[in-house]
Every structure is written in structure tokens, then in C-alpha cells.
């Protein structure tokens, strides 16, 4: 919560914003430390394990202190901010505290998701005036008489309101005057419709936009065809969006970022976005394509993210025809996912010369060990999901050579562990999936290579505590999944109790008791426990969660 200080922005002329007796960046904090009562040492900052600063100590105080305060207008701007962050991030900020800050000249207000929120508080924020730059409102009760407010901050720059349901149309009207800003967010608004959208058309300098699950803004994209500046456009999950809309913004050229995710886009409507030659950025997930779009695709030669999850890609599985093909002159691809699509092992070829590629998605698709050899050049390759595909423990050994990869997921029945075996000298592993896979104790002796895993999930349902005994070494795991193995005991959480790095940690349809929980008492970081089908009460959960697990959030079950 809250933003940085002293950044130098184009639009702040600080000279001119001096007012008489006030103190600014270049003043010193004396009137501060001379007001504020002696702190005692037992502050938030000292109990983080670390020497605070004076500065820490001071804002520690004015927050433990802060009915005391009725105004800090006459503080330097950057204390100002430091304190109203701390009173947001402590969750102290209230309708009386808030007054406090009336003509502050805070730069940065993030208050979004924060409880309380309402037209009240757009008064205080709205007396910021030209100083206020950014402003995050989202999921609070602001309305539009709230949003009229921001009138008297002309240089905001960036403004999200997500989820704000009470702002309309009529509220939208508002935004027009603040032609500075560059940055606008308005998820999930179930109220905002394609006439309330003229708003936009005097944003001129808009880079960023995003409209994510606006339900109602069909026709609305007209209204952006202006502002030649965006770069970023977020209309995904607007299923209300359809080929009709795509050419209002086929001529936006400078756009580089584009999420179209569960739109009612064909390929005519990709094909009116030929000339956005600049695309770097595509998500398709879920659109109605077929593998006829790719021609248009291809054409985008600065692409670097490609998301063709869920969409109609298919091919006949035969070498003379691919649906992939086209893909193969994206040299500047990085991460590419075309899970859920009906493509074969002979598409794969065509990935072969993207050497940039570090992220592959290939989850529930035709693809077998076959095509695995495809990929054996990727050097750069660092992610790579194949569960749920007909891969097996022999196709895994075509990916021994790719020593680059971080992170695999090989959630499938197929791989046992004969498999694990193969890929052992893949040391780089920090997250590997084995969710589905047949993996004995006999396997997880071959877990003990990864000594940089810091995900594990190991869920086939063949592991006892001897497997647990592999695993207790790997000092650099923070999430383990051990779930849906039957025959762990209490041993196994004796086992990982020097696990201290672990913040998640799931053992359900286990054997764990009450007895065992004890065990997890060294485990101080761990914030998500998961313990379903267990032989445990929630009393004795909470009281370990409230002794010896400060940090644990999440108790499953409660």
C-alpha cells in the first residue's frame, strides 16, 4: 500500500507549489522529532529483525499515536506520504484519521480493497489537488458524485477503480477533464456501457487501458480509435466484444499489448489487426479461432507472448500440413501457449527455430514423446507444461539435454518412476509437478539432483514416509503437495520439520493426527496449511496456528 516518494515527475513543478510555512523535500524533519513523545523500542519496525531508522521510529509512533494528530499540512510532503502509507498498510486509517491529511500534497493514494472506502474520503483525497498523481480506489463504495471530485486534480496520471460497481456512466463523464492521465482501470464493472465510453475520447495521452470483464461495452471501442498513444488494452472475458468491435482499434499502431481472453473473436476479426505491426503481447485464450489466423499472426514480427490456449488449432496430424507452420518466423518469441488445442506431434517441427523461447505450454494436447525431439534445440527453454498428454517416461529423456529449464509440469499417469530418472540431470528444476504421475519411494531418491526446488508436487498417491526421507534435504522448498497419499503418517511432518523455508504445505487424505501437528512448530513462515481428510480437530489446528504458526493465514479445514 502506498506509493514511493520524492520521484521525479514531468508534470510537478515544485517551486510553484510552495506554500508559505510549509516545509517541502529539501526541509528538515526537525519540527517532527521534536513533537513526537520519546518511542519506545517495542514498534513495528524492531520486531522485524531489524536496526529501524529514525525516521521508521518516528512514523512507527505517529501511527500508534495518531488520534494525538489532527493535521499534518505543515509536515514536508515525503514524511506526509510515509505516514499516510504506514496508516494504510497497518490498517489504522479511518474517517478520523483521514482528516488529518486535508491538503497534505500526497503524490500517491492507494487505498484499493481497503475497507471503508466512500465519496467522504474522495473530499480528502481530492484536496491533494495538483500534487496527486496516482489514486487507487478499487472495490469501494465510491460513487459518482465521488468521482466528480477528482476534478481538482489535474495531473493524476494513473487512476484504478476495479470492481467499483456504483460507478456509471453519468461518473465516467467526470474523467474527460483529466486529459494527464496515462494509465486507467476500471475491471469489472458491471455498469459501464459502450455510450459511457465517450469519456475516453479526450484521454489523449492513454497508454494503458483496462476494461476486463466490462460486460457491456460492445460497441464502446469506437471511442478509443483517437488516442493513438495506447500501447496496453485489457478487454478480456468481455464476451460482449465481436469481430464488429476489433476494427475501432486497428488503427491504434503503437498498441503492444492486446488480452482479448474469451472474446467473440473469429479469424475475420484478426484479421483486421494486420497493422499492428508494434504487438509484442497477444492473448487469444478462448477465442473461437481456427489455425487460419496464424497467418495474420505471423505477420507480427516484434511478438514475444503468444496465448492460443483453448482456441479451434487443430491439424490432420500428418507432416504436410501443420497448424503451427506460420508460427515459425516469430524469432522473438518467448513464451508460447497452445494448451487445449487439437495439434499433434507434427507441429511441433515448426517450433524448433525459436530459439528465443522460454516458456512452452502444451497441457492436454495430441502431443507425445514423439515430437519431445522437436524441442531438443531450445536451448533458452525454461518452462515447459505436458500434463495431461500422451508423453511418457521414454519421451522425457529427449528433454535431458535442455538443462535450462526451471520449471516442468508432467501431470500425467504415464510417468513413473523410470521417468524421474531420465531427467535427473535437469539441476536447474525449482518447480516440478508430478501431481497425477505413478511416482514410488523407490522415485524420490531421484529428487534428491534438485536441490533448487522450491515447488513440489507429488500427489500419485504411491508415497509412504520412507519417500518423505528423500525429500527432508531439500532445504530450498517453500510450497510442498503431498496430498492423496493414503499411508502418510505423523512421521512425515517429523520428517519436513526442518523445512523452515516452507510457506505452503499440503498432507490431505493422509494419516496425520492431532498427535503430529506438533512437528510443524519450527515451520514459522508457513502461511498455508492444508490438512483435509485428516485425522485432526480445527480446535487443535487454530491453537497451533495461534501458539506457535504467526504467520499461517489459511487453515483448511477451519
Known sequence: MGGACSRKRDLLDEVALRRSGRYYKSSSAKWLLLTLPRCNTNVSVREQGKCPSLMDLCVAKVREDIKNYSSFSVLPRDISQLIFNELVASHCLNDVSLEAFQDCALQDIWIGEYPGVKDGWIRIVSSQGESLLSLDISCSDVTDTGLSLLKKCPNVQSLKCNYCDQISDYGLGHLSGLSNLTSLSFKRSNVITADGMRAFTNLVNLVNLDLERCLKIHGGLVHLKDLKKLESLNIKYCNCITDADIGSISGLTNLKELQMSCCKITDAGITQLKGLSKLAHLNLEGCPLTAACLKVISGFPSLMFLNLSRCSISDDGSENFSALQKLKVLQKLKVLNLGFNSISDACLVHLKGLLKLKSLELSDTGVGSNGLSHLSGLSNLE????????????????????????????????????????????????????????????????????????????????????????????????????????????????????????????????????????????????????????????????????????????VRPE
Open 383 to 554: 518452462s515447459i507444461n505436458l500434463s495431461f498428454t500422451s508423453v511418457t517416461d521414454g519421451g522425457l529423456r529427449k528433454l535431458s539435454g535442455l538443462t535450462s529449464i526451471k520449471s516442468l509440469n508432467l501431470d500425467s499417469r504415464l510417468i513413473t518412476d523410470a521417468g524421474l530418472a531420465t531427467i535427473t540431470s535437469l539441476t536447474g528444476l525449482t518447480h516440478l509437478d508430478l501431481f497425477g504421475a505413478r511416482i514410488t519411494d523407490f522415485g524420490t531418491k531421484f529428487l534428491k539432483c534438485f536441490k533448487k526446488l522450491q515447488s513440489l508436487e507429488l500427489c500419485g498417491g504411491s508415497i509412504t514416509d520412507a519417500g518423505v526421507k528423500n525429500i527432508k534435504d531439500l532445504k530450498s522448498l517453500k510450497q510442498l503437495n503431498l496430498s492423496q497419499n493414503s499411508h502418510l503418517t505423523d512421521k512425515t511432518l517429523e520428517l519436513i520439520s526442518g523445512l523452515t523455508g516452507l510457506t505452503s504445505l499440503n498432507v490431505s487424505n493422509s494419516r496425520i493426527t492431532n498427535a503430529g501437528l506438533r512437528h510443524l512448530k519450527p515451520l514459522k513462515n508457513l502461511r498455508l496449511l492444508t490438512l483435509e481428510s485428516c485425522k485432526v480437530t480445527a480446535n487443535e489446528m487454530k491453537k497451533l496456528q495461534l501458539s506457535a504458526l504467526p504467520n499461517l493465514l489459511s
